[in-house]
């Protein structure tokens, strides 16, 4: 492992330490009104995600958890109460400032890889960064550092059509990190996958969260996957309710 990922986990732990807070949800609402139907997904919800959490959110399909996991992405905006990122209330932001935030501070992993099919592994993994503002040689680095922490260095030149399923899953959470952000956030990030390999990439997600410091939010139906979780959330009645913590240590 060469120095700048040594560096990136360093910073990354201490943050994961000093229990700063990332996003923070206050009284935070979302309805939804279409051709006069009023549907309230969740209301006065309070939620925080702090630096090195495991957290998971289970519920049943269509109680609004993507759509909570896009408000703390920031893709999305309450109907009513503030979100926060790193101490800094976001409602008032142009959108140019949170897509800004989002490039450099959170990474995404979704049900489907969206891996781009003209590019090969290591091109797709580096786009993030060049989209950021251009390569740089310790983008580079780090890129093939986390192309092997994923366990596809061996797949560097391959197109995505050449990839399992499992494999492109790794190649796109290969990219989400490339930024070094403090935040990941997964929807639902192997269920496309069998059995084996959701296994594999439910693994690697607990390992990068140690290893990097990186918080990590999983919105799943996957028990295997909720069960690795410090901390899980059930979705049910337009709130959240804390269904396991961690215990004494």
């Not at 040594?6 to 979302?30: C, F, I, P, Q, W």
């Not at 969740?42 to 939620?47: I, Q």
């Not at 309710?241 to 215990?247: C, N």
């Amino acid at each position: 492992m060469n120095e700048g990922m040594n560096k990136a986990m360093n910073e990354a732990g201490a943050r994961a330490m000093d229990g700063t807070s990332l996003v923070d949800l206050r009284g935070v609402s979302k309805i939804f009104e279409e051709t006069g139907t009023r549907i309230e997904l969740f209301r006065d919800l309070d939620f925080s995600i702090h630096a090195g959490d495991f957290t998971a959110i289970m519920g049943a399909s269509g109680v609004g958890k993507s759509t909570l996991l896009h408000i703390l992405g920031l893709l999305d905006h309450p109907t009513a109460g503030k979100v926060s990122f790193r101490g800094k209330e976001v409602g008032g932001l142009s959108d140019r400032a949170l897509s800004s935030i989002r490039g450099k501070e959170i990474g995404f992993v979704f049900q489907f890889h969206h891996l781009l099919p003209d590019l090969t592994v290591r091109e797709n993994v580096l786009m993030p960064a060049r989209i950021a503002g251009g390569l740089r040689r310790a983008d580079e680095d780090h890129a093939l550092e986390l192309i092997k922490l994923v366990g596809m260095e061996h797949r560097l030149r391959h197109l995505p059509n050449e990839l399992s399923g499992g494999e492109r899953q790794r190649v796109a959470l290969a990219r989400a990190l490339i930024n070094r952000p403090g935040l990941l956030l997964c929807d639902e990030p192997s269920g496309n996958l069998d059995a084996k390999n959701s296994e594999h990439l439910h693994a690697q997600l607990l390992d990068l969260n140690r290893r990097l410091g990186v918080a990590i939010l999983v919105v799943t139906h996957d028990r295997g996957l909720a069960a690795l979780a410090s901390r899980l959330y059930v979705m049910e009645g337009g709130g959240l309710r804390l269904d396991r913590s961690p215990g004494p240590t």
